[in-house]
């Protein structure tokens, strides 16, 4: 029977053939799709350089995706439509399974390109931007002018976030406010157990460790409200461990760490000197 007639390598390749074109037809409609509709509204939005950089990571990974999803589901509706049992009286044990070396062969160079490519392009994407997680007390992504970068420290312990400004004389707040359109150096740690500080609408996500400096850099845009979340398990008010923040013209800011410095004036002298680290107190409460 020639390869065109109704053998097996007949039917095989009009099969084949079948698939190929109808998931090439459903990728170049959904792909463009994807990247151009859904793309650009993918979280955690544009209200930093680090977060904007998430969304176009978040739409890579979904673009290349789409055609592998649209690959497998148009294989199966296309297998559901032309190997139906159309006669089940005649039925016996169902068609034979036969071994396809051709395509076993591809299929792997395929997945492994897949899988060697998205690991190349996420590894650049941490040396490059720190993709806005900390990176311990020494970062490797240093963003441009990273000496000149505004320092925040974050503490956590439970259960609350607090803030403390080493280049406003070590006044620590109970809010969050930053500057638009500037580069910030979170320096993270913990005072008692491990906990995470998520500040979503930023795209930052580094872990607090007692004992730990965890540094991560964000380049503000304009004003922005944003959310603070314990994104670590840190005791039995974790789900409470949470606060409001925002992003404010610089003018404002300025007037709001004013305030803040002289509102908390007797509290700064009783702190302890600013260190890049604190260690967990035993006697402190814990959950």
């Not at 076993?104 to 690991?119: C, D, K, M, N, P």
């Amino acid at each position: 029977m020639s390869p065109d007639g109704g053998g097996p390598g007949g039917r095989l390749h009009h099969d084949a053939r079948n698939v190929t074109l109808l998931w090439l037809l459903v990728s170049a409609i959904m792909t463009p799709i994807v990247i151009f509709v859904f793309g650009p509204h993918l979280p955690p939005g544009h209200g930093t350089d680090e977060a904007a950089g998430q969304v176009v990571d978040n739409t890579v990974l979904l673009a290349i995706a789409t055609p592998i999803a649209a690959g497998v589901l148009v294989f199966i509706a296309y297998s559901l439509w032309a190997f139906r049992e159309r006669e089940p009286e005649l039925a016996a044990d169902g068609a034979a399974l036969r071994v396809h070396s051709s395509a076993q062969f591809w299929w792997i160079i395929a997945t492994a390109t897949v899988a060697l490519s998205l690991s190349a392009y996420g590894t650049i994407r941490l040396l490059e931007t720190g993709a806005g997680g900390g990176q311990g007390p020494e970062p490797i992504a240093l963003p441009p002018h990273a000496s000149s970068a505004l320092p925040v420290q974050v503490i956590a312990q439970q259960w609350q976030f607090t803030y403390r400004w080493p280049t406003f004389g070590g006044v620590q707040t109970r809010e969050l406010e930053l500057p638009a359109h500037t580069l910030i150096e979170f320096n993270v740690t913990s005072l008692d157990v491990i906990h995470s500080f998520w500040a979503y609408q930023l795209g930052v996500k580094a872990d607090a460790n007692p004992g730990v400096n965890n540094i991560a850099y964000v380049t503000t845009r304009g004003p922005l409200p944003f959310e603070v979340r314990c994104a670590e398990l840190c005791g039995v008010w974790h789900g409470y461990m949470y606060n409001s923040g925002s992003v404010v013209p610089r003018a404002a800011f300025a007037s709001w760490i004013a305030k803040q410095r002289l509102q908390y004036a007797p509290a700064t002298r009783s702190l302890p000197p600013y260190s890049k680290t604190y260690f967990p107190n035993p006697q402190r409460r814990s959950g």
